[in-house]
């Protein structure tokens, strides 16, 4: 419902700017008809335009009160910005009407005689043409601000002040409208062929001047810092964070993220090494790509370890010339493991070496994978599962199988072609009946994925790695798993053919069939199951904190996209409170603290948020508290139209990541920050560095 809203608005808001500025154009070519007959039909033309344009007025009301059950911050901008100039503005156009019909209603013979010079002067009056002028400007401002990044903060002191600006601009155009009319009165409303072309040269001349200035201010001011230092970020601009970078030295009291590391002597109990190369791999299907690698396979080995394990890996380099790193996904790593180029590590050059260090005190499903420059680089293969098995062993006869579902690019098109691992094709798997099988399912895909397990009923025992309480038994049930998600699924084969297949906007995964014995059954996909819903599900148990505690920060983000300008050029950008990195809000906390943090998503696509280092508890889901099994992740897909309340610990210092796991979204401006009092980082960003983490 929301989507379709979203849409007709965007199409409303449009329409709005188009018939205003067709109406004024009308309205401002009466005066010159030559005689009443002309009058009459321009009349009756801008009449139709008028109720055309009053219609788009109610209907811009209509989705301003449907946004309203969404929600105060669904209708928050249109409040404070457009509806204060629109409504009033619009409906002041009832005086140019009322003007109208009454002349008009004087016509009733001698159709061919011309304007009485009385009625044309108050055609050209401020009072006639005025609140058609005032009802565009809204229009356009109405328009703006819903399909473009505006340069303020959205708050009523702002919104104050652009209602001040607005009234100036009226009063100037009042005056000037003054002057025009008794202008007219002199050349006795002379409108020459030569007159209106010349009145259209100006408007041009004047219209492409001001779209220059507003283009090189924005491609001016959205230039990106060459270097820029995530402990310095949030409470100014990106220009002010160069200046500072010039003088930046490092405070005795701080605490750099280098120190906050695994365990350095502790004896090692899992080793593994890791090399990034250049690869040619072959899917299924037999079609063949250049993918980038970890060890030569894709996705990489898989990291399988025991928790409470100390656990090494050393990543190698061997000819990823952007560099590369490792971010342990989901996973609560001290801050200098993280691998997040620029805030905690430098990228790795090729022929350079970096080691991470941890303690595996989580057990669950995770993932690992680049995060410099990874919206580029982990489509292209630098990922890999990472299993950290309980101390207790599993029940007795139990199979586990990682579903690792990425999309990859195989041509310099935008096309995708979706896979668990390098199956592109049906895959078949044989599996004795009566085995309990648990399929670690993590979406390696920038999209949220629907995943559907046909022929048996199911259980769903972990999301993002944390167990669920006294899970039910689902049949005939989609798993709707966002972005960088994980979803454990526990199910008891039986004698009949099983499938688990999964679809998403980079296309549809075939999936695989498991079986007895080998056999061509495919199993039908039924796209009409309802989806799984995780705030109702499970048993409810005590937690750390509710709903109902008191917190000692909360934060409120807003997830919308826009046109803007970012690094110089025109792009559909993805905003947090209306910016884009790195002008987004720094999540400022102490060690320590209860942190609550509310998202709304007001845009046209899912965002998976996901916050590095940390866990979150789902405390409500679009204003209704969870009744199910703790709801804790990681990576929380935010649909449009919803609200998330979500809460968590700060008990991991550090400065980390916070954003949309949709990569190409992060790349274009959703990256925010957590930083903890006191925590600074030598570590810098930008285009003069060898770190792009996005």
Same mark, same amino acid.
């Not at 008191?550 to 792009?571: E, H, P, Q």
């Not at 950008?573 to 509310?598: A, H, Q, S, W």
């Not at 845009?603 to 508290?625: A, E, Q």
């Given at each position: 419902m929301y989507e379709q809203l979203y849409l007709i608005d965007f199409a409303v808001v449009f329409l709005l700017v188009v018939s205003w500025a067709i109406a004024a154009n009308r309205l401002g070519r009466l005066p010159f008809r030559n005689t009443k007959k002309e009058f009459k039909q321009s009349v009756k033309r801008f009449t139709i335009l008028y109720v055309i344009a009053q219609a788009l007025v109610v209907a811009e009301l209509v989705i301003l009160f449907l946004l309203g059950t969404y929600g105060w911050e669904f209708m928050k901008e249109k409040v404070l910005l457009s509806m204060p100039l629109l409504i009033p503005s619009a409906f002041s156009t009832l005086v140019t009407l009322k003007i109208l019909r009454k002349m008009n209603s004087r016509i009733t013979d001698d159709l061919q005689s011309t304007e009485d010079e009385m009625d044309r002067k108050l055609l050209t009056s401020p009072k006639f043409i005025l609140p058609i002028q005032a009802t565009l400007i809204s229009s356009f401002v109405d328009w703006y601000s819903f399909y473009f990044v505006y340069p303020f903060e959205l708050n009523v002191v702002n919104a104050i002040l652009l209602w001040i600006v607005f009234a100036l601009i009226l009063v100037a155009l009042w005056l000037r409208q003054k002057r025009r009319s008794v202008k007219l009165l002199q050349t006795n409303y002379a409108n020459t062929t030569s007159t209106r072309l010349l009145r259209a040269v100006i408007s041009f001349v004047c219209l492409a001047f001001l779209i220059g200035v507003w283009y090189t201010l924005s491609v001016k001011a959205s230039v990106l810092p060459d270097q820029m230092n995530m402990g310095s970020m949030g409470s100014m601009n990106h220009r002010e964070i160069t200046m500072q970078m010039m003088n930046h030295s490092m405070n005795e009291k701080e605490i750099s993220v280098a120190s906050l590391t695994g365990p350095q002597t502790e004896k090692v109990d899992r080793h593994f090494e890791l090399v990034a190369q250049k690869q040619q791999v072959k899917l299924s299907s037999g079609k063949t790509m250049e993918a980038w690698t970890f060890n030569g396979t894709v996705p990489g080995p898989e990291l399988r370890v025991k928790q409470g394990e100390i656990v090494e890996v050393v990543l190698k380099n061997k000819d990823i010339e952007d560099g590369v790193t490792i971010h342990w996904h989901g996973y609560n790593v001290p801050n200098a493991e993280d691998g997040v180029a620029g805030v905690t590590q430098d990228s790795v050059p090729p022929g350079g070496i970096h080691v991470y260090r941890f303690q595996a005190k989580q057990a669950g499903t995770y993932w690992y994978h680049s995060h410099q420059q990874s919206a580029k680089q982990v489509i292209k293969g630098l990922f890999g599962s990472l299993i950290v098995e309980p101390k207790d062993p599993p029940e007795p006869n139990t199979k586990e199988i990682t579903v690792l579902s990425q999309a990859w690019q195989l041509a310099n098109d935008r096309s995708l072609t979706p896979t668990y691992g390098l199956n592109d094709t049906l895959d078949h798997q044989t599996i004795t009946s009566g085995t309990i099988v648990r399929l670690r399912i993590i979406n390696a895909q920038n999209y949220p994925q629907s995943f559907q397990l046909s022929g048996v009923p199911f259980k769903v025992v972990a999301i993002d790695g944390n167990d669920i309480q006294s899970p039910a038994l689902l049949t005939n049930q989609r798993l709707f798993i966002a972005g960088g998600g994980r979803y454990d699924v526990l199910f008891t084969m039986p004698q009949t053919p099983v499938r688990l297949s999964s679809q998403s906007d980079a296309g549809v995964t075939p999936g695989i069939v498991f079986s007895e014995t080998e056999t061509n059954s495919t199993l039908a996909i039924d796209e009409q199951y309802p989806v799984f819903d995780p705030s109702q599900y499970g048993v409810k148990e005590q937690t750390p904190f509710t709903i109902n505690s008191?917190?000692?920060?909360?934060?409120?983000?807003?997830?919308? !996209?826009?046109?803007?300008?970012?690094?110089?050029?025109?792009?559909?950008?993805?905003?947090? *409170?209306?910016?884009?990195?790195?002008?987004?809000?720094?999540?400022?906390?102490?060690?320590?603290?209860?942190?609550?943090?509310?998202?709304?998503?007001?845009?046209?696509?899912? /965002?998976?948020? /996901?916050?590095?280092? /940390?866990?979150?508890?789902?405390? !409500?889901? *679009?204003?209704?508290?969870?009744?199910?099994s703790p709801w804790w992740t990681d990576s929380l897909d935010v649909a449009p139209g919803e609200g998330y309340e979500v809460a968590f610990k700060a008990d991991n210092p550090g400065i980390w990541m916070d954003h949309c796991h949709n990569l190409l979204h992060a790349g274009m401006g959703m990256t925010m920050h957590l930083t903890y009092e006191g925590i600074s980082t030598p570590f810098q960003t930008g285009k003069k560095t060898a770190n792009q983490p996005e």
């Open positions: 008191k917190f000692d920060r909360t934060f409120k983000i807003v997830l919308d !996209s826009r046109a803007g300008f970012y690094d110089g050029k025109l792009y559909p950008l993805y905003t947090i *409170n209306g910016r884009v990195f790195p002008d987004t809000p720094m999540l400022t906390v102490k060690e320590g603290d209860l942190v609550k943090v509310t998202f709304f998503n007001r845009g046209l696509d899912h /965002h998976p948020m /996901h916050l590095h280092g /940390h866990t979150m508890l789902v405390l !409500s889901r *679009n204003g209704k508290p969870t009744t199910g």
